[in-house]
Every structure is written in C-alpha cells, then in structure tokens.
Nanobody, 122 residues
Framework: QVQLVESGGGLVQAGDSLRLSCTASGRTLSNSVMAWFRQAPGKEREFVAAIIWSGGSTYYGDSVKGRFAISRDNAKSTVYLQMNSLKPEDTAVYFC???????????????WGQGTQVTVSS
C-alpha cells in the first residue's frame, strides 16, 4: 500500500509559477510510475505529467508541454510538478497518482492522493 499526500496548491495570477509536491509513504516506489492529473469542475480527469521513478523518464500532456516540469527526489520519496506561465485554464484540482506504467488513462493508476486546488486568476 502506498499513501500519497499533495501540497503546494494555491491562488496565483496568470503568468505566475507554482510548485506542487507529492510525498509518498508505505511500499517502495522503485518500480513505480508517478503522475499528476488534474480535474476542473464538470470535466474529466486530465493527464498532466508522469515520471518513471527509476531512470527519470518523463511524459507530458499536450496542454502543459513546455510550461510544466515533473521531477523526483528519491531521498525524500517526493515528486514535484513545477508549473510556469500559468493560465486561467490551468485552474483545477491537481492529483498525484502512482502506477506501474506511464499511462495517460487515470483508471490505470492504483494509488491517488487527496488532491490540491490550483486557481489561476486572469
């Protein structure tokens, strides 16, 4: 079992930056993939980014490529999402997820955090 806890959300203005953190506890993550998803009101959960825990290969959704960066700190069992040049359409609840392959489908991830709200004002 893996527990995921997100932090770092908040209210920012368009063009600002924000960094989200997701700290994992419980079972080892050495064979895992960690990802970020987001969900805006009335919309489906959207893939944002994923990172393979061992090796560090990264994957991004089209809407955030070039603006967001996912990284991990093995020693802290923490995954980060650096969000730059934020836009109002980035407003959503951001979720951390854990799985076994860098899939874009939320249903393929086993572990989920509780989510953190990011609001970008225009």
């Amino acid at each position: 079992q893996v527990q995921l806890v997100e932090s770092g959300g908040g209210l920012v203005q368009a063009g600002d930056s924000l960094r989200l953190s997701c700290t994992a506890s419980g079972r080892t993550l050495s064979n895992s993939v960690m990802a970020w998803f987001r969900q805006a009101p009335g919309k489906e959960r959207e893939f944002v980014a994923a990172i393979i825990w061992s090796g560090g290969s990264t994957y991004y959704g089209d809407s955030v490529k070039g603006r967001f960066a996912i990284s991990r700190d093995n020693a802290k069992s923490t995954v980060y999402l650096q969000m730059n040049s934020l836009k109002p359409e980035d407003t959503a609840v951001y979720f951390c997820a854990g799985g076994t392959s860098p899939a874009m489908a939320a249903r393929l991830y086993v572990y989920w955090g509780q989510g953190t709200q990011v609001t970008v004002s225009s």
